[in-house]
């Protein structure tokens, strides 16, 4: 609450011609300083905690950018790392069709020795069947 406004000087201080008017022009004059007063200290209350508020919310939103900027880090490492990944298995099946292409051809080149070798072990087979039948 604002304080109580001074005393009023004495009437004997002012001209006896216009005593009521100077009265009430400075009474005037202290009620406007004392609201100017008041309204620049609610100003700068305002002030306080509109900076107060303002610090709080760059502090929790530089907070969530460095959560984020975590969150982001954690990402590209695991990108990373199926990247990674994918390249191994890139090159393990690379070396796969590469094994799979010399099995190719080797079959091709010792395709006749197999078939041979289908023949003998079929020969041997109906051989020992024919020969257990028998017995």
Not at 29 to 57: P, S, W, Y
Request: aromatic share 4%; glycine share 0%; hydrophobic share 35%.
């Amino acid at each position: 609450p604002p304080p109580p406004p001074p005393p009023v000087p004495p009437s004997s201080s002012y001209p006896s011609n216009n005593n009521d008017g100077d009265d009430k022009l400075n009474h005037l004059i202290h009620l406007k300083r004392l609201l100017v007063t008041a309204l620049m200290q609610r100003a700068e209350r305002t002030l306080d905690q509109l900076a107060a508020t303002t610090l709080f919310d760059i502090t929790q939103h530089m907070t969530e950018q460095q959560m984020l900027m975590r969150d982001e880090q954690a990402l590209i490492h695991m990108l990373n790392n199926l990247k990674e990944e994918e390249n191994h298995h890139d090159r393990v099946a690379l070396v796969m069709s590469d094994q799979s292409l010399e099995l190719t051809a080797w079959l091709k080149a010792n395709e006749p020795k197999l078939l041979r070798f289908n023949r003998f072990c079929s020969d041997i087979s109906s051989s020992s069947s024919s020969s257990s039948s028998s017995s």
